[in-house]
């Protein structure tokens, strides 16, 4: 009887594994969602233990971080000192964000060798990785254990041909952040604009729970999904957070567009008599995007990170423009500079190389977005020729 009892009492013991998915927050940090794995003791239908690992750790202390990233890899590690009461306080209540579990339909083998994979990445040994936002994050650190337990079933089911959704076209982390929306527009490059598989952007935590619901694996009554429906742990208080692809870059352009056809026409109406118009076109354009032009190009020869070493907009912003700045602030004093002359030929080189760009892009040979930075460096070109011919009328 004693046997026969012990024997009931394990079988109600068990051990899962539930993919734990936090929403995006206000925080820049925290817009593009969190990814982590949650092993589970349970009684019964009674919780006994639990034990969350958190793949995004990091020194989010470091001030310097952002910089860092762009021009080197940086370390995150994998964490697993929390439990879910913890986390929940952490991320739910703490940065007001929803937080969602899902039972993974693992066998009692896989659940065994993803609990010791996730155990033994813990060591203090182990746990530090190189993070990738495309490659290695907490969220393809965790699709790719579970494909690895599952014998391929997750790539295999999602992989496949590219679809035509870029990291650029997901980009939802900078919405509500103006700033870092244009920084990313104009400093990634690339890599973060070609058509990816299903798998492969699962990096995204939203996707990533959506997608294992869509995966199949053996079950004892034949195939079932690999993952429960969500569960919602917290909801946020408070409104929502609007996550959505930014246009910030698609307002700047535009605004930039206005200002350079008014300073343009004002300038065509000066000269060649006054040519103060013309000294604020050529500033107006070659202060911000001059530097733009040579921070891609500072990235280009000292970044070892591809995202960001090789970019387009080294030809759609040419560093040369922070040249023109010396006859701007000449013109703007209503002098002449002794680079005038060269302004016509530098109008047409740079009108030259930005419309042999735009027919590479639409032959597909480039291929960064959104293309109206192109356009308006293109636009820019033809200010530039017409105010520099108009002046050499004298």
């Known amino acids: 009887m004693l046997a026969c009892l012990f024997v009931a009492a394990s079988a109600q013991a068990r051990t899962e594994i539930h993919l734990i998915t936090i929403g995006p927050g206000d925080h820049l940090l925290t817009r593009s969602g969190h990814t982590a794995l949650m092993v589970a003791e349970l009684d019964g239908e009674v919780l006994q233990s639990n034990r969350v690992y958190n793949y995004g750790d990091a020194d989010f202390d470091n001030k310097l971080m952002p910089v860092q990233a762009i021009f080197s890899y940086i370390h995150f590690f994998l964490s697993s000192n929390e439990t879910l009461d913890e986390a929940v306080r952490i991320y739910g209540y703490g940065q007001a964000r929803t937080m969602s579990h899902q039972k993974l339909n693992l066998s009692d083998d896989q659940i065994q060798r993803l609990r010791k994979r996730l155990e033994s990445d813990a060591l203090p040994e182990n746990r530090e990785y190189i993070y990738h936002h495309l ?45 870092p929306a244009l920084a990313a527009t104009f400093f990634f490059g690339r890599p973060n604009h070609h058509p990816h598989d299903r798998y492969y952007g699962l990096y995204d935590s939203r996707r990533l729970s959506e997608g294992l619901l869509e995966v199949d694996v053996p079950g004892p009554d034949g195939p079932r999904a690999l993952s429960d429906t969500p569960e919602i742990i917290v909801e946020r208080q408070g409104p929502p957070v609007i996550v959505s692809p930014s246009l910030a870059t698609w307002m700047l352009m535009f605004t930039v567009f206005v200002v350079l056809s008014i300073l343009g026409w004002e300038a065509r109406k000066e000269l060649p008599r006054k040519t103060r118009s013309a000294g604020f076109l050529l500033g107006a354009w070659a202060l911000p995007f001059g530097l733009a032009g040579l921070f891609v190009g500072i990235l280009t020869i000292f970044s070892t990170v591809p995202e960001v070493k090789y970019n ?31 302004l016509a030929p530098y109008a ?18 480039f291929i960064q977005r959104p293309i109206v930075i192109a356009l308006v460096s293109w636009w820019f070109s033809l200010m530039l020729l017409s105010v520099a011919r108009r002046s050499a009328d004298t």
């Open 135 to 179: 490659e290695a994050s907490c969220a393809t650190k965790a699709r790719d254990l579970i494909d690895e337990v599952t014998g391929g079933a997750v790539r295999e089911q999602l992989g496949g041909p590219t679809t035509d959704t870029t990291y650029q076209d997901m980009n939802w982390a900078f919405s509500g952040h103006a700033g």
């Open 348 to 365: 047409v080189a740079r009108l030259s190389l930005l419309s042999l760009y735009l027919a590479g892009w639409a032959g597909g040979l």
């Open 312 to 342: 387009e907009m080294l030809l759609v912003l040419p560093l040369t423009d922070l040249v023109l700045l010396a006859p701007a602030v000449q013109w703007f004093r209503q002098r002449r500079s002794r680079l005038d002359r060269f």
